[in-house]
């Protein structure tokens, strides 16, 4: 694939698109707050521990939303990290003027906006510790491109968020925006008109035509301008495969971190015995990269509108001990630290209400973007005593050790007491599984 930069008419086609139909149409006085799991997406906690597992201080980032929109992920980026400053970019002027609108309603002072193409960022003077890019690489005649724009304003340790619509999961929709280009409605920016003629030819057809199958989703009312333009009618779209965004990210000389949604791309889920893989598979998974694993993934269940993706330079991550091969002293070394998503009331209330009636506590009630589909994960009542403090402060794993003694000194069958080494390897199992899902967070200084 060779290198060429969007031409100044496909540059105003997709700015005219967005001057007609601002992206997402959210109401401005909607708030994120109450989402976790867009929250803990968005929070740069997430991203950085899921690299360097490395504790770091949101509140003194400079983070870019580039192609913000209307500004709704600028909202999110600034709720999920209080005290950062929030930069915003993108083409439509319209957009911009939203997005500044919509961060002053919600009381966000430390924002800034500017009408500006992702090629330009440069002219910014600034370097930032964490750029999203959110629904815009796809629209890239290269996505290296994009990738290198972005790259040339990014902290050496710094990290990139973009995602790239799936070749094999909208493939319907790609049709249909050959089939509405093939009858020119896509040769000037499509408006209501066009939406009309669009909606009208695929609702004629008889119910067995493939192509109706796209109507599944189409919303009434006042979304369906917008549903209609970004998947019918939208301007300069394109899918990709998993080959398609590493080759991307290797011209670009970045380094894949993870997916975003990573619980969700793991392999061995799709089967019914994920312990007992057919031998072919069971032989060859331990020698696939990470990049042939995810792609195996995509062609057995193409699932994901969005491949959402983490990178940052290459050769930027810092190897750290994986704690599954972490010894006695590492974790008498330990702090655990609580996601930022979890350190909420409503939480703590739950928590203290299940301790207080010795029930076990469901924490997958209140964040599940790290989790497996359809798991549900229950804390033990002694375990959720002992990590308690973690909603007031992180705490050394010898405190969590000590309080948990206390709570369960003996065996709750036999009365038989709890010894040191009884207590340290409940407290490692769980732990293990809870940092797994990224609602604890451990640090060591080994």
Not at 426 to 435: D, F, R
Request: with cysteine.
């Amino acid at each position: 694939m060779t290198s060429s930069a969007a031409s100044p008419d496909q540059l105003e086609k997709i700015r005219q698109q967005f001057e007609f139909e601002p992206y997402p149409r959210i109401p401005i006085e909607t708030s994120p707050q109450g989402n976790a799991n867009l929250l803990f997406i968005h929070n740069l906690m997430t991203a950085f521990y899921r690299r360097d597992r490395m504790m770091i201080d949101p509140s003194t980032a400079c983070i870019l939303d580039a192609g913000c929109g209307s500004g709704s992920k600028c909202l999110s980026l600034a709720l999920a990290n209080p005290g950062a400053k929030i930069v915003g970019v993108d083409l439509s002027e319209k957009s911009i003027e939203l997005a500044r609108k919509r961060l002053a309603y919600h009381g966000i002072e430390n924002a800034e906006f500017h009408v500006l193409s992702i090629e330009e960022l440069p002219q910014l003077g600034m370097e930032f510790d964490y750029i999203n890019c959110d629904e815009v690489l796809y629209l890239f005649p290269d996505i290296a491109d994009g990738l290198r724009a972005m790259k040339s304003v990014l902290k050496p340790r710094g990290i990139i968020r973009s995602n790239l619509h799936s070749e094999l999961q909208r493939f319907m929709y790609f049709r249909a925006q050959k089939l509405f280009k093939l009858m020119g409605l896509m040769e000037n920016n499509p408006e209501d008109l066009e939406i009309e003629i669009a909606l009208e030819t695929l609702k004629a057809l008889k119910p067995e035509v493939s192509l109706k199958t796209t109507l599944r989703h189409n919303p009434e009312g006042d979304g369906r301008n917008e549903w209609v333009l970004m998947n019918l009618l939208f301007q300069e779209d394109k899918g990709y495969t998993i080959p398609d965004l590493f080759d991307g990210l290797q011209r670009a000389d970045l380094g894949f971190i993870s997916m975003v949604n990573w619980q969700q791309w793991n392999l061995t889920t799709l089967f019914q015995e994920p312990d007992n893989l057919p031998p072919f598979l069971a032989m060859g998974l331990p020698g696939c990269s990470i990049e042939q694993q995810l792609h195996l993934y995509e062609l057995f269940h193409a699932r994901h509108r969005l491949l959402d993706f983490w990178c940052g330079h290459s050769n930027s991550t810092t190897p750290k001990l994986p704690i599954a091969e972490w010894d006695i002293t590492h974790w008498k070394e330990s702090t655990l630290h609580l996601h930022p998503q979890l350190k909420t009331s409503e939480v703590r209330e739950s928590l203290e209400q299940c301790i207080e009636q010795q029930a076990p506590f469901l924490i997958t009630r209140y964040l599940t973007a790290s989790v497996p589909d359809g798991e549900s994960l229950f804390i033990d009542g002694a375990i959720v005593a002992a990590l308690l403090p973690l909603w007031d402060s992180p705490q050394p794993f010898t405190a969590v050790l000590d309080r948990y003694l206390k709570v369960r000194p003996v065996h709750p069958v036999t009365l038989e007491a709890t010894s040191v080494e009884t207590a340290i390897e409940q407290l490692q199992q769980i732990i293990q599984q809870l940092e797994s899902y990224l609602y604890l967070l451990l640090d060591s200084p080994n």
